[in-house]
């Protein structure tokens, strides 16, 4: 199985802060990575699929890059809305798997 | 509007047996991948396993294999998890997605307890 490992677990930050996250997969998976975005009690939401196409009415602050096997969520400027826990998921191959979640908090 | 509405879970004993069902509307369901994905409280969001169109490719995570069977009826719209031989660390919100890839629409989810 890929494993997914994200960094930080746990990020504190002030709103206007750019922000990045990153994600590394034990092997290569090429561009096929997603990222989402999960507020407490609710689903998880898509913000960016291929590695770095933003879902459609998802804010352009938000970005991500990378391919192989090193991976990045930036957020330019955060706003109130974005605190949240974020998620890395491969779909390279099965099982698909997600990485552990980051927590972005207010600092 | 796309919607896609668990249901099914509940509180069940070690070794025991519950079946989730999905209803969804608003899409061309049996044009679509189908995905289970689950999360123990406090805890990630862990991939269970998927269903192509026609029910010929199902995946499974390690942990589930041999004990849990995802099907669906193109007729009804519907996904269906059926979990057997429950174990404590089973318990999760498992939440019935869209896509075999990328997952854009999520259902609300549905908790599944197993305690004794």
Redesign the interface.
């Known amino acids: 199985?890929i494993q997914m490992t994200q960094s930080p677990s746990t990020l504190s930050a002030s709103v206007g802060d750019r922000v990045t996250i990153t994600c590394r997969a034990s092997q290569s998976i090429s561009s096929?990575l997603?990222w989402?975005q999960?507020i407490p009690g609710k689903?998880?939401?898509?913000l960016i699929?291929?590695a770095s196409t933003l879902?459609s009415g998802v804010p352009s602050r938000f970005s991500g890059s990378g391919s192989g096997t090193e991976f990045t969520l930036t957020i330019s400027s955060l706003q109130p809305d974005d605190f949240a826990t974020y998620?890395c998921?491969q779909?390279n191959s099965?099982?698909?798997?997600?990485?552990?979640?980051t927590k972005v908090e207010i600092k | 509007e796309v919607q896609l509405v668990e249901s099914g879970g509940g509180l069940v004993q070690p070794g025991g047996s519950l079946r989730l069902s999905c209803a969804t509307s608003g899409f061309s369901f049996s044009t679509y991948w189908m995905t289970w994905v689950r999360q123990a409280p406090g805890k990630g969001l862990e991939w269970v396993a998927n269903i192509n169109k026609d029910e010929s490719e199902k995946y499974y995570v390690d942990s589930v294999e041999g004990r849990f069977t995802i099907s669906r009826d193109n007729a009804k719209n519907a996904l269906s998890l059926e979990m057997n031989s429950l174990r404590v660390e089973d318990t999760a919100v498992y939440y019935c997605t869209r896509g075999d890839a990328w997952h854009r629409r999520w259902g609300q989810g549905t908790l599944v307890t197993v305690s004794s």
Not at chain 1, 43 to 46: G, R, V
């Open positions: 199985d096929w997603a989402y999960q689903a998880p939401k898509l699929y291929k879902e998620y998921q779909y099965y099982p698909r798997t997600f990485g552990q979640g």
